[in-house]
C-alpha cells in the first residue's frame, strides 16, 4: 500500500517533515532518503509533522529513531507533531513519547523558539 511522498518544507528557523497516510517496510527506504536530505542541510530544528499518518510499523520507527540519533549527534532538535490519533498507540506503546519532543500541533512546534 502506497502513501503520498514525504514533504519537505524549508522554513526560516526549521525543516518541516510531513508524512501521511499507511507507512510501513516499503516506504521506510524513502524516508530514509529524505530524511538524509534534509541532514545534509544541518537544519538547528526538524519538525516531524506525523498528524496525518493513520498507521506505521517498526521499520518506520526505526527510522524515525534513526533520524532522532543523527540530530542529536550534530546537536540538532527533533520536533514531533504527534496529536491524539491512532499512530500515536505505537509511540506509547514503544514508549517512544518519551525520547521525543512531542507536540501537538504544527503551529505550536514550529512556533516554540
Given amino acids: 500500500m502506497s502513501s503520498p511522498e514525504p514533504r519537505v518544507e524549508s522554513l526560516e528557523n526549521c525543516a518541516v517533515i510531513t508524512l501521511s497516510g499507511e507507512l510501513d517496510a ?12 534534509v541532514l545534509e542541510a ?6 516531524l509533522d506525523l498528524a496525518a499518518v ?15 540519533r543523527r540530530l542529536r549527534e550534530a546537536r540538532s532538535e527533533l520536533r514531533t507533531v504527534l496529536p491524539d490519533t491512532t499512530a500515536r ?5 514503544t514508549n517512544l ?17
Wanted: glycine share 4%; hydrophobic share 50%; proline share 7%.
Fill in 26 to 37: 516499503f516506504n521506510a527506504p524513502e524516508l530514509r532518503r529524505t530524511f538524509e536530505e
Fill in 42 to 47: 544541518k537544519p538547528r530544528v526538524v519538525v
Fill in 54 to 68: 493513520t498507521f506505521l510499523d517498526s521499520t518506520v520507527l526505526g527510522a524515525i529513531v534513526g533520524l532522532l
Fill in 89 to 93: 498507540r505505537i509511540f506509547e506503546i
Fill in 97 to 113: 513519547v518519551a525520547a521525543l519532543d512531542v507536540w501537538p500541533s504544527r503551529t505550536e512546534a514550529i512556533a516554540s523558539p
